[in-house]
């Protein structure tokens, strides 16, 4: 089955826009994320202590997953970019690349199970 990865980079080439696209250079990039056993308690509460990364750990609190923009409000996006690097980097979230869409989560199980209670008290009004 050909990808739509595939086909975007054939379309470019066949219209001569960008003669050497491959699919390596058309890919999305894919983020690194600590494994639950290096989650450590100091970053995770510097991740929480922004007022805005609060509020992005809230909302993914209350769905599944949310892309970037369902998150973004009217932040700019470079700054919003360094928030969700923050919250990447500090285990409590989760960001999978589908497509062009950044679809985030919150990692609730494996926080709730290295720290059993702290996104319950962080997450009450």
Not at 24 to 53: C, G, V
Not at 54 to 75: K, M, P, S
Request: aromatic share 4%; glycine share 4%; with cysteine.
């Amino acid at each position: 089955m050909t990808s739509w990865i595939q086909l975007h980079c054939r379309r470019l080439q066949r219209m001569k826009i960008w003669p050497h696209v491959t699919e390596k250079t058309i890919q999305m990039p894919l983020y690194e994320h600590p494994d639950s056993s290096e989650i450590a308690l100091l970053p995770l509460l510097r991740a929480l202590a922004d007022p805005i990364r609060l509020e992005v750990v809230r909302h993914l609190a209350r769905v599944d997953y949310a892309n970037c923009a369902a998150l973004l409000g009217d932040r700019p996006k470079s700054s919003m970019s360094h928030h969700f690097q923050v919250l990447r980097e500090s285990g409590l979230v989760k960001t999978d690349v589908q497509g062009v869409q950044h679809l985030n989560a919150l990692r609730r199980a494996e926080i709730d199970a290295r720290f059993p209670g702290l996104l319950d008290a962080v997450l009450r009004d």
